[in-house]
């Protein structure tokens, strides 16, 4: 919760001031009964018109005052609480973009979603109402009582004989609501979980006719939401049929004893009247106190998920300080140094004691069987992954010591699935570099053999792309990805196996186009073909170097790279045929 | 500081003159739409009629229990305390105890019961659009960002199901109390019941200017928020690319656009909706006044007694509560028509319209022929993707089709699964109309393996037994071996029962092929679609589940797509398309002795 105050702060003079107004709104409220006093006491008894038209209207007046300063207090609330949802979002979100993708393992985008709309919204909700309504309502009762002792303390102390039970029980309430609201946003995860993998597989689902199986899965998922929000929302109507009961018994006790006390000549009648006034203003907040407790379970539920995000520290980019002094000796080249890697929360080792080095413009294959680790030996490089142990150097400092987006901007990284995003072609490649001119932007696109196409597009690279490039073919999608990565003339170039979906003629003038880079590159490939292009080989086999050298080495020495030699030839024979 | 302090009221208005003008001669089909919308949810509510009713008998009672009270309390006033006159006040206080029992419990009972209600047809809602998602095209989809749909079935149904939760009740004790009340009042006082009306045109104006604007700014709110979500799932879903980049800083500032836009409508919608409380609160002290000052004149003249006035003031409160509750109620339903309205534009697109299964479900021989066919995607003003395309390949044939990216090899196939509905042309199965077949039946008995592999959230056996549901255990274990991917589905921590995260995270993209063909291999199809099945394996395993495709091939119709020969060298017959066009088909060596394209192609692989 405290996370949540910090938020609040730079707004705190807003909410001071509507807070204040609220006061005054209050006051208004709760003068009333002592006006009413007055004037029956004063006015009517006493048979005194001018009293009843002297206090009449000073309540009128006090109501548009009361007005007046309840519409001011809307525009104080609604900004403060506007914006610190605002900030609190962008905070939340600003955090996401520094996790590993170590913690987007442990963060399910779905659940990051929730938090970062609905459960956002919750607290919003809280702040606003507290600032208008909710800290009203504990004021009346407290104002109410206050106001009631002030006109008769012995009276008045009827009505709080059931207050330690009452806080009791409310403190237990309220434990509960947390727990169980908590629980609903959980399930609200769930369903948008559900929800984006069909979304994301829809194509998955047609094909397979799973559709029903779907919605059927999805109901489980939306009835476990409707199950538990159903549970949280009736636990917290216990609240007001009790808070109510005690009070009007309360209530009771005091016309009881009261009348009792006006027979013995120790009470007057306007004060009993008074009394029993304020003790209803205190019944009729206490539906609203009800609806209040539940609202604050909610957000605080969703606030301590909010923190949970907010409060990490570690699994976040570890940066270091950008101090424009990297000693930067060995320009464009790259060393691995004894390096292992396992994923968390795993036990085997995908990388295994990995060492190689690969010189500045040298153009090194990495090969191996699926899943021997070639794409993770790739995410280290630009620190998506830190190596459980050892080291690895970029231009000859270790990667712990450069800052993170120095080192990023350094490599251009094709990953093995084309990503794009919604916007134009033009504003996809930019991604590469933001201040990319329209040549350079032609200028990688030619590179990579999607310049004519795009062309070809009827509104060239203004072409809108949907999410990750559904209207483009995979080829398409591959080549714009690449040209991404050229755009920034990077001193690495890291393509994962990223032409799977081209076609020869297009690949092979694809790797005459990127000859001429002076970049270092780093390719993963199934081909030999690509392979013998290559400067250098490096051959995995499960997570460990089997092999490394030129292709002609390998043939020689390297039984694996035979085999996956021999596993290609065979088409050429047959082609020969 | 004074600059500070203007700031809340720095906002620039959201809603323009033209807006509301235009609202208002739109009034009539905006009035429509909300009937509907509110129709549609009505609709379901109604599926609980009887327990509907029941909770309306609590509240009727409710709502009598809570007059009841208070009047009791004045009679006590007036006719025993007032008066001295103690004998028969335990009577009384007796009663009050047993009416305050009854008020709790039917309090507790109506919102338990309403609970019930408003989730079931929240449930039913959720439930209705994920079913009407799953109908929908796959041209729908592409058209819109993940994340937007997703607010629709969180946030939008969220908004629905606050409001339902509170709304029904109160609207209808509202209007109870209101009537019960003014009963009581016009029998106590028909002057000062007259005085205390004096607010409700006021009320009527105030609340009716104020909606006019909110229910504008609630939709907008709402769009705002699916625009949000939108862009926040993209670009957690894309987080690779954005690290790699280094673009976190343009995500920031595209997201703080996004943020500040609902920020601004948000104000909007907080300031005019929180002023509804605010002008009730204004009538209410207002007549609270009328009545002390008024009555207290007339008390002077001996007209009322004071205990009328007492009792008169706590319902003048009474009567302007309900009042002041149905016009937030009124607002808080137009919280959820914004929602709602959401939700039901999706409910009303249309179908992917479907043939009914007449054709009883007799098994396909694979017989597939594309005559004539063109095609172009909706959102691209591209002349054709798919232009004229005439084919035949006979049951238990295997084709691949090559030729360069972007030359309309997937979308043949998507075309063949009908995900899209071709423009022109026909496509036949076994001489019939894909058209005139269900689409049930038609991908009955298809398997696909997709260009993009992906997996579920679910357990690895899961994953592979969703190409068909009840196969067992050991026909899952069979495919995986086909498919070469039972070793390292042993190698992961808990082997077939190992929970893969979302999008199988850790898993390499081959090893997704892998178990994407496994998938294909338990559906035991007629017709095989392999899009780029292998493109991601390298070629030593591919040689070995090569056999196990061979295999599976054998006796179906298959349809291949691949870039590495050796995958298209046992097809009976290569189709070589190009822009869209087929150019050249024909067994792999009629084509080599044309030696036209592909005769090229193949020249260069090896070059």
């Known amino acids: 919760m405290k996370t949540m105050f910090s938020y609040i702060k730079p707004y705190k003079w807003y909410a001071f001031i509507a807070i204040l107004l609220m006061l005054v709104e209050l006051s208004v409220e709760l003068i009333q009964p002592l006006i009413i006093k007055k004037i029956i006491d004063d006015g009517i008894v006493l048979q005194d018109t001018a009293t009843v038209w002297l206090w009449g209207g000073i309540m009128m007046l006090l109501a548009f005052l009361a007005f007046l300063a309840g519409v001011t207090n809307s525009f104080f609330s609604a900004h403060a609480s506007q914006s610190f949802a605002f900030d609190l979002r962008n905070a939340l979100f600003k955090k996401v973009q520094s996790f590993t993708m170590t913690t987007f393992l442990r963060f399910p985008s779905a659940g990051l979603i929730t938090r970062l709309t609905s459960d956002v919204s919750q607290v919003q909700q809280v702040l606003f109402m507290s600032l208008r309504v909710m800290l009203r309502t504990p004021l009346v009762v407290i104002g109410s009582l206050l106001m009631a002792f002030y006109v008769n303390v012995s009276l008045a102390g009827y009505l709080v004989i059931g207050a330690p039970f009452l806080a009791m029980f409310l403190f237990i309430m309220v434990r509960k609501g947390i727990a169980y609201f908590s629980a609903v946003q959980k399930r609200v995860d769930r369903v948008n979980r559900v929800i984006q993998e069909n979304l994301q597989a829809v194509r998955l689902v047609k094909a397979y006719l799973r559709g029903m199986y779907e919605a059927s899965r999805f109901e489980t998922v939306a009835n476990l939401l409707k199950k538990d929000t159903s549970k949280a929302l009736r636990t917290m109507e216990y609240i007001q049929p009790i808070l109510l009961f005690v009070m009007n018994v309360s209530l009771l006790a005091v016309l009881w004893f009261g009348a009792g006390k006006i027979q013995q000549g120790q009470t007057q009648i306007g004060e009993l009247v008074a009394i029993v006034n304020y003790a209803l203003r205190m019944t009729g907040a206490f539906s609203m106190f009800s609806f209040i407790i539940v609202l604050f379970s909610r957000a605080k539920a969703s606030a301590d998920r909010m923190e949970e995000v907010l409060l990490i520290d570690e699994g976040l980019e570890h940066d270091v300080e950008d101090k424009g002094q990297l000693d930067i000796r060995q320009r464009g080249t790259l060393r691995f140094d004894n390096v292992s890697f396992k994923y968390p929360q795993t036990d085997e080792f995908v990388l295994y004691n990995i060492s190689f080095e690969c010189g500045q413009g040298e153009k090194l294959a990495i090969m191996g069987a699926t899943g021997s680790g070639k794409s993770t030996l790739l995410q280290l490089l630009p620190r998506f992954y830190d190596a459980s142990s050892g080291d690895i150097y970029v231009d000859g400092q270790n990667v712990q010591n450069w800052p993170l987006e120095k080192l990023r901007e350094a490599i251009g990284y094709v990953p093995q699935r084309a990503l794009l995003f919604t916007g134009s072609i033009h504003n996809n490649l930019t991604w590469g570099k933001t201040d990319a001119s329209v040549e350079e932007v032609q200028e990688a696109a030619i590179q990579a053999q999607i310049h004519h196409s795009v062309e070809n597009f009827p509104n060239g690279y203004e072409t809108r792309v949907g999410q990750k490039g559904v209207n483009l073919s995979g080829g398409q999608k591959q080549r714009l990805s690449i040209a991404r990565a050229l755009i920034r003339k990077p001193e690495f170039l890291i393509l994962d196996d990223s032409t799977s979906a081209l076609d020869i003629k297009t690949e092979s003038a694809l790797w005459d186009a990127l000859d001429g880079e002076e970049a270092t590159m780093l390719v993963v490939t199934q081909k030999i073909r690509t392979a013998k292009g290559a400067d250098r080989i490096l051959l995995l086999e499960d997570g460990q170097v089997s092999a490394f050298g030129t292709h002609e080495e390998l043939v020689k020495n390297s039984t694996l790279y035979q085999k996956i030699a021999a596993s290609q030839q065979e088409q050429e024979v047959d082609d020969n045929a | ?607």
């Not at chain 2, 009963?183 to 009320?203: A, C, D, E, G, N």
């Not at chain 2, 976190?248 to 909007?268: I, P, T, Y």
């Open chain 2, 1 to 607: 500081m004074l600059k500070s302090i203007r700031q809340p009221f720095g906002y620039k208005p959201v809603l323009k003159k033209e807006d509301l003008q235009k609202q208002h001669n739109k009034k009539v089909a905006r009035a429509t739409n909300w009937r509907a919308t509110l129709g549609h949810i009505w609709h379901i509510v109604d599926e609980q009629r009887a327990l509907l009713i029941v909770v309306l008998l609590m509240v009727v009672a409710s709502s009598v229990l809570s007059l009841l009270g208070p009047y009791l309390i004045g009679k006590i006033i007036d006719n025993h305390i007032m008066k001295m006159q103690f004998v028969g006040l335990p009577g009384l206080i007796y009663g009050l105890i047993a009416i305050y029992i009854g008020l709790s419990l039917s309090l507790f009972f109506q919102n338990y019961w309403m609970i019930g209600i408003a989730q079931q047809t929240i449930y039913r809602m959720r439930t209705g659009l994920f079913t009407k998602l799953q109908k929908l095209p796959v041209s729908f989809f592409d058209k819109r960002q993940h994340g937007e749909l997703m607010s629709r079935m969180t946030n939008d149904i969220e908004s629905v199901s606050s409001t339902l939760n509170s709304t029904f009740i109160q609207v209808f004790s509202s209007v109870l109390t209101l009537v019960g009340t003014v009963v009581v009042m016009l029998s106590m006082s028909p002057l000062l019941t007259l005085l205390t009306m004096v607010i409700i045109p006021v009320m009527f104006f105030a609340t009716r200017w104020i909606t006019r604007r909110t229910g504008k700014l609630f939709k907008e709110q709402q769009q705002a928020l699916g625009a949000l979500n939108g862009m926040i799932e993209e670009s957690i879903s894309g987080q690779r690319v954005v690290k790699a980049f280094s673009q976190e800083q343009r995500m920031m500032e595209e997201f703080a656009e996004k943020s500040s836009k609902l920020r601004h409508v948000g104000f909007w919608a907080y300031v005019y909706s929180g002023g509804i409380p605010k002008v009730m609160n204004l009538l209410n002290n207002a007549s609270f006044a009328i009545v002390a000052g008024v009555g207290g004149l007339l008390a002077l003249k001996g007209q009322v007694t004071i205990g009328t006035i007492v009792i008169f003031s706590e319902y003048a409160r009474q009567f302007t509560r309900p009042l002041n509750d149905l016009a937030n109620q009124f607002n808080n339903v137009l919280s959820a028509i914004a929602g709602a309205e959401r939700v039901f534009a999706i409910m009303n697109e249309e179908e992917e319209k479907d043939a009914a299964s007449r054709t009883a479900i007799r098994q396909l021989q694979g017989d597939v022929n594309f005559n004539n066919v063109s095609f172009k995607y909706e959102q691209t003003e591209e002349a054709h993707t798919i232009q004229k395309v005439s084919f035949h390949v006979a049951a238990g044939q295997t084709a691949a089709l090559v030729g360069a990216t972007g030359a309309g090899k997937t979308t043949i196939l998507q075309l063949l699964a009908r995900f899209y509905e071709v423009n022109e042309g026909d496509i036949t199965i076994d001489g019939t109309p894909i058209q005139a077949m269900s689409r049930q039946h038609l991908r009955s008995q298809m398997a696909f393996v997709l260009q993009d592999p992906f997996l579920f959230e679910e357990t690895v056996r899961e994953n592979i037994r969703y190409g068909q549901l009840n196969a067992t255990d050991e026909e899952v274990v069979d495919a995986a071996n086909k498919a070469n991917a039972h070793d390292f589905i042993m190698k992961l921590p808990n082997g077939y029962d190992t929970f893969l995260s979302a999008d199988g995270g850790e898993i390499s993209q081959g090893q997704k092929q892998l178990l994407s063909i496994a998938r294909a291999l338990v559906a035991d199809p007629v017709i095989l679609l392999l899009d780029e099945a292998t493109s991601s394996i390298d070629t030593v395993t591919e040689l070995k589940i090569q056999e196990a495709l061979e295999r599976l091939m054998q006796g179906r119709t298959s349809f291949v797509i691949a870039h590495r020969l050796n995958t298209v060298r046992q097809a009976d017959i290569v189709f070589v398309m190009q822009q869209g066009e087929l150019v050249e088909a024909g067994n792999q060596q009629e084509l080599i002795e044309q030696q036209g394209i592909y005769y090229k192609m193949l020249k260069e692989s090896k070059a």
